[in-house]
């Protein structure tokens, strides 16, 4: 009787090299994707909280740890709207109203830059010591990607309330000051949106050398070009809320 020898697996062929491959593939994608959606929920949660840091920034309400920063937007963000490019308030479909509905994280919290390109816009209306305050998101483009920011806005409708900005590749110690840096943006606060000769335009600007002290602000430091990028961001974004301001400056 013949003895037959058992067919070995060929662990040096191609065709061992692209199974193993693959199944090693296949088990890590599944790992990946597991993972992923077990963390999602914390994962979002973790960027609505960045985002009501923000704002609560742009408000100068800073230096909270997260469940403070957390009770402190429920206590002062009273409503989270959505406009639209005629400054009317609309609700989640778009549909226009005569006020937001209260609820400070379920309409125009949601929204993001794509909405905002669309002139979908969102307006958080605040209230701080008593006093009203409109805190509108920005969009733009830095030196290395994009910036962002939020402005409060005085209820005159004129005025800066205190800003925050953002940004996603700027360099450390030069265009990153633009987040990193408080005391500039500090700079912000009480700055007019219109110069005194001129409501029709956006005069609010970072410039490298101030001609208005009421209106302009001095660029960051050795980052000309970022600086450039947020005095773009804020022309072009606060033009498209033009009408909502319009319609409600001087506390109307």
């Not at 992923?36 to 408000?59: C, G, M, P, W």
């Not at 957390?70 to 490019?85: P, Q, R, S």
């Not at 925050?164 to 009480?190: R, S, V």
């Amino acid at each position: 009787m013949e003895n037959k020898e058992k067919k070995r697996l060929n662990t040096n062929s191609n065709v061992y090299t692209i199974i193993y491959a693959v199944i090693i593939v296949v088990v890590v994608a599944f790992l990946l994707a597991f993972v992923s959606r077990s963390l999602a929920d914390k994962q979002n949660a973790n960027v609505a909280l960045d985002k009501k840091k923000q704002i609560l920034y742009a408000l100068n309400i800073r230096h909270l740890s997260d469940e403070q920063a957390t009770e402190k937007y429920n206590e002062v963000v009273k409503n989270d709207a959505i406009l639209n490019i005629e400054g009317q308030w609309t609700d989640a479909e778009g549909k226009v109203i005569d006020n937001p509905s209260e609820g400070n994280d379920k309409s125009g919290f949601l929204l993001n830059s794509s909405d905002f390109k669309a002139d979908k816009l969102a307006v958080f209306i605040c209230q701080v010591d008593g006093k009203q305050k409109f805190v509108v998101p920005v969009y733009g483009m830095g030196l290395w990607g994009p910036i962002s920011g939020y402005l409060a806005l005085n209820d005159d409708m004129r005025t800066i309330y205190g800003a925050y900005f953002n940004h996603e590749g700027e360099t450390a110690g030069l265009g990153a000051e633009i987040k990193d840096n408080e005391q500039w943006q500090a700079q912000f606060k009480d700055k007019h949106i219109f110069a005194a000769d001129n409501d029709g335009e956006i005069a609010l600007a970072v410039m490298k050398k101030v001609d208005d002290t009421a209106t302009q602000v001095d660029v960051v430091t050795g980052a000309t070009l970022t600086s450039d990028g947020v005095s773009q961001m804020l022309k072009e974004g606060l033009s498209k809320y033009m009408k909502f301001i319009k319609n409600n400056e001087g506390g109307k």
